[in-house]
């Protein structure tokens, strides 16, 4: 853990490659070795007939997703699943070939001109948009039929046809030359809940459209509707496709889904020790003086702040690891800068790098942790970490 070390990995989505030691005052380090664990630990209790979509959109979950792709398709994933075409694009890119699903709408013809170039697979939520697909693949002379995928709203109230609508919507799809139906699905609005009644209403409503598809004599050649809490919490959501995203990052989508399978956080976030000093009883401490030392204490002030991704809801609250052990942040969380109360370790020298969320020695803070504290969910927590920290490959 100490001092002035580099990290010894390969450091990834930086703006610059001027990065020396001074400006890693923080950054991500993505354990590429859990990453495979997880995936390996989730294709275990899926049945052969059943393929894992590990969900990498929003830059995996803040993990970064060209990495976090090459890795989880050469651990066993088969389908990538994105928010966005650009999303789509920087996978492409980055010459990974897996089927890349869109799971956001798209709908202009420059995304669909991109979909086609770059053989992405969208989302199509309704007819109207099926058919500015159909137009736009024309005009272009499109040759094969493009894969859509079909989604039906169940519960969820966010994208989809309704599910009672299901029929009229797939055959005018299945009508569509330029079009080709790669699978029908949905998505789950409770399934992290101990309470399945919501959750199998909604497997009700899906079983109920495709045997309506099916009456028509069209044969989905592929079905989904589980996310990470559906892949956990029941096997009769599991269909031929999950869509697993928290569960590949090592996070649990809810507590009483623990056991259920063996995980590891992937993520940890460290900074820097930039100084250290001593401080009189009655000193304020950082912006609006939030923070008065009740007694002589050793500070540190550590390069990491808000526009890092370290919430400012969490000034006073939050613990750091220095030296496998935990210490106390004092005064507002600043822009780029968080101090620290390291009374307890007087001997702590700059350049000491600290743990703000991950595992040193015996101790862990886990964004389930900070989720907590803020009442908000872990996936917020992930996502909150910004492109100025270096994500560094690690394992
Ligand atoms: C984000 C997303 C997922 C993954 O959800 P997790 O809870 O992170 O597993 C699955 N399906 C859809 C449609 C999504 O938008």
Redesign the pocket.
């Known amino acids: 853990m100490l001092s002035h070390e580099q990290p010894s990995s390969v450091t990834f989505n930086q703006q610059s490659d001027t990065y020396a030691w001074f400006s890693q005052r923080a950054w991500v380090e993505i354990d590429l070795s859990a990453l495979s664990y997880n995936v390996k630990q989730i294709l275990r209790i899926l049945s052969p007939r059943t393929q894992l979509m590990a969900?990498v959109?929003a830059d995996a979950?803040g993990h970064g997703a060209v990495t976090v792709a090459q890795t989880v398709l050469e651990s066993g994933a088969s389908w990538l699943?994105v928010?966005t075409v650009p999303e789509g694009i920087q996978l492409r890119e980055a010459r990974i070939q897996a089927p890349i699903l869109i799971?956001g709408a798209t709908h202009t013809v420059e995304q669909i001109h991109a979909i086609a170039q770059w053989k992405l697979q969208p989302t199509l939520t309704n007819p109207k948009q099926a058919l500015v697909f159909s137009d736009t693949l024309a005009a272009i002379n499109h040759n094969t039929p493009l894969p859509v995928h079909i989604k039906l709203d169940t519960g969820m109230s966010r994208l989809g046809t309704n599910w009672q609508e299901a029929t009229e919507f797939v055959q005018l799809v299945h009508r569509l030359p330029s079009l080709a139906i790669a699978s029908v699905y949905s998505?789950l609005a409770t399934a992290d809940s101990p309470d399945p009644t919501i959750m199998q209403q909604q497997q009700q409503r899906f079983e109920q459209a495709i045997a309506q598809i099916r009456s028509i004599g069209i044969e989905p050649p592929c079905l989904h509707l589980a996310?990470?809490?559906a892949?956990l919490a029941d096997k009769a959501l599991h269909y031929d496709i999950v869509?697993?995203?928290?569960?590949v990052y090592g996070l649990y989508?809810a507590e009483h889904l623990r056991s259920r399978i063996d995980l590891r956080p992937v993520l940890q976030v460290k900074a820097r020790i930039t100084q250290v000093k001593t401080i009189a009883p009655g000193t304020g401490v950082s912006y609006g003086h939030q923070f008065i030392a009740p007694h002589e204490l050793r500070l540190a002030v550590v390069g990491i702040g808000y526009a890092d991704g370290v919430p400012r809801n969490l000034s006073n609250k939050m613990q750091v690891i220095l030296r496998g052990q935990q210490v106390q942040q004092i005064g507002t969380i600043t822009m780029d800068q968080l101090m620290l109360d390291v009374s307890a370790i007087p001997d702590v020298q700059e350049g000491e790098v600290v743990t703000l969320l991950g595992t040193e020695g015996k101790e862990q803070i886990s964004a389930e942790d900070w989720a907590n504290q803020l009442n908000t969910i872990s996936?917020e927590i992930l996502c909150g970490f910004k492109h100025r920290l270096p994500r560094v490959a690690m394992g």
Do not use: D
């Open positions: 969900v959109k979950y699943g928010a799971l998505h996310n990470s809490a892949t869509r697993a995203g928290l569960a989508p996936w």
